[in-house]
């Protein structure tokens, strides 16, 4: 059994990294400039977010037993949080995918890493790895990873409605 969840994952890795290669050939996008200052912002919030994790963690050294949390998951969770903050306010300035860039590709691929993860979780539950000892364990990365990519889909749909909605009324106006 063991090694067929081995080789799924293998699989998996594989078929994601095509599709991302795939995805990225295709998919070169160009930023105008209102883009560039968006995610120049994004960044910083981002950066400055880090920080003060990090600052945090340093004064939770003396709080080992009373975390509900491994420092593994603490810094998974540290390290992703950033990130989604980053996208979130990229893609709510629609300054996340290039001008020239497919929308539709990107959607998909973020679709199927959710998925996977979401696969990743499912199976991390029913081995019981995700907390032990009443302790959420740093294999919670890909949870948090699947949440992550679940916002960035569910954000990513609603700019690509909103924009198609916007084309509809503008073609219904000529």
Do not use: H, W
């Not at 679709?111 to 993860?117: C, H, N, Q, R």
């Not at 991390?124 to 949440?147: D, E, Y």
């Amino acid at each position: 059994m063991k090694i067929i969840t081995y080789v799924a994952m293998l699989l998996a890795v594989i078929i994601a990294a095509l599709a991302v290669t795939c995805t990225i050939k295709k998919a070169k996008g160009e930023y105008d400039e209102r883009q560039k200052l968006i995610r120049g912002k994004g960044y910083r919030i981002s950066f400055f977010l880090y920080s003060f994790e990090f600052a945090l963690l340093m004064f939770m050294d003396n709080m080992d037993d009373s975390l509900p949390m491994t420092y593994g998951a603490f810094y998974a969770i540290a390290f992703i949080l950033p990130i989604c903050v980053f996208v979130i306010y990229c893609i709510s300035k629609d300054a996340f995918v290039g001008i020239t860039t497919n929308i539709i590709q990107y959607i998909l691929l973020v679709a199927f890493i959710a998925l996977v993860d979401i696969a990743g979780t499912i199976v991390m539950i029913i081995q019981g790895k995700l907390i032990v000892g009443g302790k959420l364990t740093s294999a919670c990365i890909t949870p948090v990873c699947g949440v992550l990519f679940l916002i960035v889909l569910v954000m990513l749909l609603v700019r690509n409605s909103n924009v198609q909605a916007e084309k509809g009324t503008d073609n219904e106006e000529s």
